[in-house]
Structures are given as structure tokens and as C-alpha cells.
């Protein structure tokens, strides 16, 4: 049957109702588009401290480089914001990268002494053109309960099982020689240098993790109050800590220290926390960088 024409009052609704049918529509992709978009930078941040518990109101955990309102989309997380990770993060369309190491060659990430500074000029000019945020997350994540890079190293290391439950930074393993030790750090922690101090000979059967540079009186005081036999630390001042551990043997306790570098000792943690950004932040790209260490044995 053939199709009646529309009258011109008909034709007018059928427009009217297709224009608002038009205009909903639109309505909807723009709302589809906002819930897309994600939360900002400063968001994921907000909701990241919101579950750290409170601290000293003076810290480092700051925004170094770049504008937080921005919508998030994808975040990074390394041991340090070097430029090859920076690289790395542009490749992978990330604008977040959370740091827990310093960005500019210093604790507090005072830049004023650099500003004539080429290779700061470079690395800053690198952040600048790829729009990049860097947000240190250093004090944070060793309040979290419990510490979140020691969470991390425990499981790089398979040693959950092992550590104590008042205090997961002491750890009672099999019993090993210090080489065997030194092999097992090298390989899980992925480092390429492990130095010494203590008896090859004898072994070993607990161990306390002092990760990162926590300075040689709190590795001592430590190392005496929970009486580990083997500390393994990130770094130290070799006039401190590893010349205790020397008298100490020459005292007759048994002792031994075993430094695996800052980056080693630490990077687990940094590791463990894109696991732990995951399902908080479910429509976002979390992707863990791992730093290569600058030092290396020739």
C-alpha cells in the first residue's frame, strides 16, 4: 500500500521529534565521552594518599613537574623518573609518573642551584614537551601498613613465609652460606653487584632488610636490637655500617652485611605498588618501569 504523504504539520513534529532525538543522543555520547575521560591526575593522587595513614606534615611526597587537573591517562610507576623512563612512559601514553626516588638529583628536589644546568634544562624540557606529571611517593608508601616496599621486596624475594610477624623487615630463612645469599639477592632482585662483609664459611640463618639508604646509625641500631645475623641494605657510608659489621666480627659476633645498591633494595616496592593501583583505578593503564641501575661493574 502506498505511503500517504505527510502533512506540513506532521512533517514539522517528525523534525522536532528527530532534532530531539538528535540532541539526546548527543547528550549521551558526551556523557560517554566525560565518564571515559577519568579522573585527573590529582584525583588518583587524592584517592592514593587517602589510604595512607597520616604523617609529619613535611614531606617530599609532592608534584615535581607538570599540571595535576589534568585528565589522567595512564600512570608509571619506577624507582626513579630517569629520562629513560620518561621515554618509556611516553611510548605507552602515560602521564603519570609516580616516582619514589628523587627527580632532580636531590632529596627535596631543590632545583635552583641547576638553573643554568644543561642536563636539567634537558630532562626538565623532556617533561615539559610530553606533557608529563611526576609525583614522588617516597614517605608514603613506607607508612602504608604494612611498609609497601617491603611488601614488595618480601615477595621478589619468596621470603613472605619467612618474615616476622611484629616486624616483616626480619626474616628467618633455610640456612645458607653468604654466597648463596649474595646469588639469591643477585638473581631475584635483579642486580649486578653485591658486596660484603663476614665469613664466606659459615651460615646464615636470619636476615634483616634495611632497603634503601636508611644511614648507618638506624642500620646499626637495627642490626643490634632485633640481633639479625645477616643485614642487607640498599646503601651505606662505607665508614659506618660495614666497619661495624668488621669489629663486630673481630668482637666474635656473628655477623655479615650485604649491600645490593638503593635502586635493587627498593624497586620492588615500586613494583608491587602498580599491582596495588590496579583495581582502584580499573580504566586506567598502570604500567611499572623498572629503573637499570647506573652503576655497574666493569
Known sequence: MPER?????TRRDFL????LALTAAGVLRA????????????????????????????????VKVGDPAQPVTGIVTTFLASCEVIDRAVSLGANLVITHEPTFYNHLDEVDWLQEDDVYRHKLKLLQD???????????????????????????????????????????IPAMSLPELATLLRERLGTMRVLAVGDPRRVYRTVGLMVGAAGGRAQIQFARETGVEVLVVGELAEWETSEYARDAIHAGQHRAVLVVGHAASEEPGMKWLAEWLRPRFPGVSVTHVPLRDALRPL
Open 16 to 19: 522536532a521529534r528527530g532534532a
Open 130 to 172: 610530553s606533557g608529563i606529571v611526576v609525583w614522588r611517593f617516597h614517605d608514603g608508601i613506607h607508612r602504608l601498613e604494612p611498609d609497601g616496599v617491603i611488601t614488595g621486596v618480601l615477595e621478589a624475594l619468596g621470603w613472605k613465609g619467612f618474615a616476622r610477624p611484629d616486624d616483616p623487615r626480619v626474616c628467618e
Open 5 to 9: 504523504p505527510l502533512s506540513s504539520e
Open 31 to 62: 556523557s560517554a565521552a566525560d565518564a571515559q575521560e577519568g579522573p585527573t591526575v590529582q584525583q588518583v593522587i587524592d584517592r592514593i594518599l587517602s589510604e595512607v595513614p597520616p604523617g609529619p606534615p613535611e614531606t617530599v611526597d609532592t
